[in-house]
């Protein structure tokens, strides 16, 4: 069946734009996060849905950033204002479930902020 | 001091040689993880464990949850096993991962 997808696979942008990025999550799956990964580090968690509700958002930097998941399957993530410091792969994973369940990673969105 | 541990950062063996790689953690954890990151970015989850020890094929994963402590074997490494592994954990009740910054393995023929 089909995995995680993202889109875009690349995103360059200008610094002070606004970028959406997307995660399409495994059908079914009904926990689903977003981590960002900075060259050469893990990836960071940023934010933990569960169904439509975000319940945990403690990693996202700043007010810059929301993301929204309004049917309980895709997910966005918004970045307002963009700096060059956002600059990183995006990923997302989905999970059947949120506590013990393993994640699927997506193929990510590398996104560059000039 | 960074929650999740990995080491070596870097790693380089021969076509054949037994490695390992190790991850300590200083927080209470559900899990943990191991994947495995290819060049572009694609993660592949290769063990989820809370208790003592996976095989699958080549690979092994140990954890002693006392010592909060990991390891990630593999046996008979081939160039193909060349990516980055990283252990992930965890945190108790929430779904999030924290995750270690990676080990870099490069087999050469």
């Known amino acids: 069946g089909a995995g995680v997808s993202q889109t875009p696979s690349n995103k360059v942008t200008e610094k002070g734009k606004y970028v959406e990025l997307r995660c399409d999550p495994i059908?079914?799956?009904?926990?689903l996060y977003w981590y960002r990964q900075s060259l050469g580090q893990g990836p960071e968690f940023l934010i933990y849905?569960?169904?439509?509700?975000?319940?945990?958002d403690s990693g996202l930097p700043n007010d810059r950033f929301f993301a929204v998941r309004p049917e309980g399957s895709v997910s966005t993530l918004k970045i307002q204002r963009t700096e060059r410091g956002d600059s990183a792969v995006y990923l997302c994973?989905?999970?059947?479930?949120?506590?013990?369940?393993?994640?699927?990673f997506g193929p990510g969105t590398r996104l560059t902020v000039t | 001091k960074n929650e999740v541990e990995q080491s070596p950062q870097n790693l380089t063996a021969q076509e054949g040689e037994f490695i390992t790689i190790n991850c300590s953690y200083s927080?209470?954890?559900?899990?943990l993880h191991w994947l495995q990151q290819h060049p572009g970015g694609g993660i592949v989850s290769l063990f989820m464990?809370?208790?003592g020890k996976k095989k699958h094929g080549r690979l092994i994963a140990t954890i002693n949850i006392q010592e909060k402590h990991s390891s990630l074997h593999i046996t008979a490494s081939h160039p193909r096993d060349s990516a980055v592994y990283i252990c992930?954990?965890?945190?108790?009740?929430?779904?999030?991962?924290?995750f270690g910054k990676g080990t870099k393995l490069s087999v050469k023929p």
């Open positions: 994973a989905s999970s059947p479930s949120g506590s013990l369940a393993e994640q699927y």
């Open positions: 059908s079914g799956h009904t926990a």
């Open positions: 849905f569960q169904g439509t509700g975000a319940a945990d």
């Open positions: 927080v209470g954890i559900s899990a």
């Open positions: 464990l809370s208790s």
């Open positions: 992930a954990v965890r945190n108790g009740s929430q779904g999030n991962l924290i």
